[in-house]
């Protein structure tokens, strides 16, 4: 059980945490020279490297199942530990029957079907909901002792043409509980909701999107606008203290690809310095004539973009750079991209550089609805949970070098059979189980009433792995 005395919980927050993604991806480069684009585009232009995808072996229940399965295994907990089980995707397979509903048979065995929590669907936004609400669970009258999870996962593709670049899948699994080692900080969250017509699915049958990116990007810079302003009118007041980037130690973002990110960085430092121009002009000269620029008039200026990606490079390198690990080699896991992004974080950062320090986190999805919040760090690098959540994501890197990279051509006929299949029934997938990860849940068949079956490929090992 996470816990069994009658005193409130304290430092609630992410336990554990894991990560998955599919095996397949497709280079950047070769796309790009595939696709008959201008060299540097999608590398350079939008920070991309890789992308992952899946056959159609994979769905949002299979890539639940799985990143579920691996948390459990490779933390050692048994199903009925569990009260509260929430999903956060935008991966929608059918209208009525919740990811979360199928995910619980992994707790027949237990014994254990007293698990509150359903689906939660807004975009990318959907898995900081479900930890929103997670975490409030474990911190009311509500909750009985035992430990939530979170899982958030996505297939995120796109129809031929300039978006198909920015897709990716995966999916992330996290542990809610007391004495965690990364804590939410209460209070200090910054929000902004409006309706826009950005990103939306509004075609039942197809599991491409209707996308405006212009009018997309604008509504998340606006947003980090928003959310920043906020969490700092709150925080000044809570933490008694003057509020800048620097208040963050590191800072992950929802990343529908990289750059998007490293422009974010620099909205923020622009949020700072028209606060306080003088700190920064002394640095830079020339920003002396911008001092009184009004914040509202510099959406979509390029000018000003550039001018503050070049003010905020050392900011970005310190703090969010690490951060884009799986944004850069899987690309977009939509609810879990802001998730993978902490997972990338602590897996290439040590406990004694992490313990003691302040993660900001920045969540956005389309339509829309956005937040700004934060984690506060355990205190002590011995702590041995601190020491596990590091270790739960440590070999991320090994994972993302040994998968099977794809030729676009190749990559181009994966996504036109899930096109053609994508509402069928009385279907057997026709991809390969031979190469998925061990341990991973794949789709065996779709029965004539929509029924879906899954197996799981066999384990190498008892550490789920």
């Known amino acids: 059980m996470a816990h069994t005395g009658s005193e409130r919980p304290q430092n609630v927050g992410i336990l554990a945490i894991e990560v998955y993604f599919p095996n397949y991806y497709v280079n950047q480069g070769e796309l790009e020279t595939y696709d008959g684009t201008a060299s540097g585009k999608y590398t350079i232009g939008l920070g991309l490297n890789n992308m992952g995808f899946c056959s159609d072996r994979e769905d949002i229940n299979s890539l639940s199942l799985t990143v579920m399965q691996r948390l459990m295994e490779r933390n050692n907990l048994s199903y009925d530990q569990i009260g509260r089980l929430e999903v956060g995707t935008e991966t929608i397979i059918d209208k009525s029957k919740s990811t979360k509903s199928v995910l619980m048979q992994l707790f027949k065995g237990s014994g254990n079907s007293e698990v509150e929590g359903i689906d939660t669907t807004n975009a990318c936004y959907g898995g900081t909901n479900a930890l929103f609400n997670s975490i409030n669970w474990v911190e009311s009258n509500s909750w009985d002792g035992r430990y939530a999870v979170v899982v958030c996962g996505d297939i995120a593709i796109y129809s031929v043409g300039s978006a198909r670049c920015t897709g990716g899948a995966g999916a992330c699994a996290m542990l809610i ?60 007041k809570k933490l008694n203290k003057k509020i800048t980037l620097d208040t963050f130690d590191t800072f992950c973002f929802h990343s529908p690809f990289c750059k998007l ?36 008039e510099t959406y979509g200026d390029k000018g000003i973009e550039k001018t503050f990606l070049t003010v905020s490079s050392n900011s970005f390198k310190q703090k969010t750079k690490k951060s884009l690990l799986l944004a850069g080699d899987v690309g977009n896991m939509y609810t879990a991209s802001l998730y993978g992004g902490l997972a ?16 900001g986190m ?43 990279k794809v030729s676009p051509e190749d990559f181009v006929k994966v996504l036109s059979i899930r096109e053609e299949t994508h509402t069928s029934k009385n279907y057997t997938p026709v991809g390969s189980t031979e190469d998925l990860f061990p341990g991973t849940f794949y789709l065996t068949h779709v029965d004539d009433m929509y029924r879906r079956k899954y197996e799981r490929k066999p384990l190498q090992n008892s550490n789920g792995i």
């Open 177 to 236: 509980g007391p004495d965690a080692p990364l804590i939410m900080e209460c209070g200090l969250r910054g929000s902004h909701m409006q309706h826009v017509y950005d990103f939306y699915k509004p075609n039942m049958t197809s599991e491409y999107p209707t996308v405006d990116g212009k009018l997309s990007i604008n509504c998340y810079i606006q947003s980090v606008d928003k959310c920043y302003q906020r969490y700092m009118e709150k925080a000044t």
């Open 261 to 296: 990110v490293q422009k974010s960085v620099g909205r923020i430092v622009l949020n700072d310095f028209l606060l306080d121009p003088e700190k920064y002009i002394s640095e830079f000269p020339e920003l002396k004539d911008l001092k009184n620029t009004k914040l509202e």
């Open 344 to 359: 990338s974080l602590l897996a290439t950062t040590s406990a004694e550089a992490l313990a003691g320090k302040r993660v």
């Open 362 to 404: 920045f969540s956005y999805g389309s339509g829309s609805a956005a937040t700004l919040y934060s984690f506060r760090v355990s205190d002590d690098a011995t702590n041995p949970k601190l020491i596990n959540i590091i270790n739960n994501v440590s070999d991320v890197p090994a994972r993302l070098q040994s998968r099977k």
